[in-house]
Antibody, heavy 118, light 110 residues
Framework: QMNLQESGPGRVRPSETLSLICTVSGDSMTRYFWSWIRQTAGGGLEWIGRISVSGITNYNPSLKSRISMSVDTSKNQFSLKMTSLTSADTAIFYC????????????WGPGTLVTVSS | QSALAQPLSVSGSPGQSVSISCTGS?????????VSWYQQQPGKAPKLLIYDVNKRPSGVSNRFSGSKSGNTASLIISGLQPDDEADYFCCSYTGGFTWVFGGGTKLTVL
C-alpha cells in the first residue's frame, strides 16, 4: 500500500523560502511521477508542479519563477522549495503520485498546513 | 492557466442523481481526454474517483460516472447516499506535463 507523508515547518515568515519534503513508502518511486498540489483557504486546488524520478520538472506557469523541485530516490523522497512567500501562499500542501497510465493523481499524502505569518 | 469552472454547490436527496459540470477550454478539457475527478471529505486529502474522463479506479463505486462534451466534462453521481456529501474537484491535463484543477463543488445531500 502506497503511503506519502509531507513534512515541513508549519509556519514561514513573509518573504522567506518554504521547504517541504514528501517521503514515499510502500512501492518503488520508479514507475511514477510526483507532484505538489496546494489548497488555499478559499478551498480550490492548485497544481504546483511535477518531477520525474530522473529529475525532469514541469511547473505551473504562474508559480514557475518561485518554485523548484528535486528528487532523491535513494531516500524515497522528493521536495519543493518556494521562495518569496506572502500571506497568499498560506495553504495546505499535498504531495501526490501521478501515473503515466491514468494521467491523474492516485495517491495523496494527508497534507501539511503552511501558514505565512510574521 | 485558468482554473476550470465548476458550480460552487449542488444538492440532491438520497437516491437521486446529480451532475457536476467542469468547463475549461480548447487548451485543456477540450483538447485532452485526461479529465479526472476527486472527492474530498472534510479534513481529508482528495481521493481519485474518475480518470480518463470516464474510467473508475478499482474500488470506486459504479454510482460515479463521467462524461465529456466539447470543453465541458461532467461527473454524475447516481443513487445519492449521505456519505457522498463532500467537495468534488475536476482536473484536466493541459499538455507539457502540466495540469489544472477546478475550483471545487460542494455537494449537499438533503
Amino acid at each position: 500500500q502506497m503511503n506519502l507523508q509531507e513534512s515541513g515547518p508549519g509556519r514561514v515568515r513573509p518573504s522567506e523560502t518554504l521547504s517541504l519534503i514528501c517521503t514515499v513508502s510502500g512501492d518503488s518511486m520508479t514507475r511514477y511521477f510526483w507532484s505538489w498540489i496546494r489548497q488555499t483557504a478559499g478551498g480550490g486546488l492548485e497544481w504546483i508542479g511535477r518531477i520525474s524520478v530522473s529529475g525532469i520538472t514541469n511547473y505551473n506557469p504562474s508559480l514557475k519563477s518561485r518554485i523548484s523541485m528535486s528528487v532523491d530516490t535513494s531516500k524515497n523522497q522528493f521536495s519543493l522549495k518556494m521562495t518569496s512567500l506572502t500571506s497568499a501562499d498560506t495553504a495546505i500542501f499535498y504531495c501526490a503520485r501521478g501515473t503515466y497510465e491514468l494521467w491523474s493523481f492516485d495517491y495523496w499524502g494527508p497534507g501539511t498546513l503552511v501558514t505565512v505569518s510574521s | 492557466q485558468s482554473a476550470l469552472a465548476q458550480p460552487l454547490s449542488v444538492s440532491g436527496s438520497p437516491g437521486q442523481s446529480v451532475s457536476i459540470s467542469c468547463t475549461g477550454s480548447g487548451r485543456d478539457v477540450g483538447d485532452y481526454n485526461y479529465v479526472s475527478w476527486y472527492q474530498q471529505q472534510p479534513g481529508k486529502a482528495p481521493k481519485l474517483l474518475i480518470y480518463d474522463v470516464n474510467k473508475r479506479p478499482s474500488g470506486v463505486s459504479n454510482r460515479f460516472s463521467g462524461s465529456k462534451s466539447g470543453n465541458t466534462a461532467s461527473l454524475i453521481i447516481s443513487g445519492l447516499q449521505p456519505d457522498d456529501e463532500a467537495d468534488y474537484f475536476c482536473c484536466s491535463y493541459t499538455g507539457g506535463f502540466t495540469w489544472v484543477f477546478g475550483g471545487g463543488t460542494k455537494l449537499t445531500v438533503l
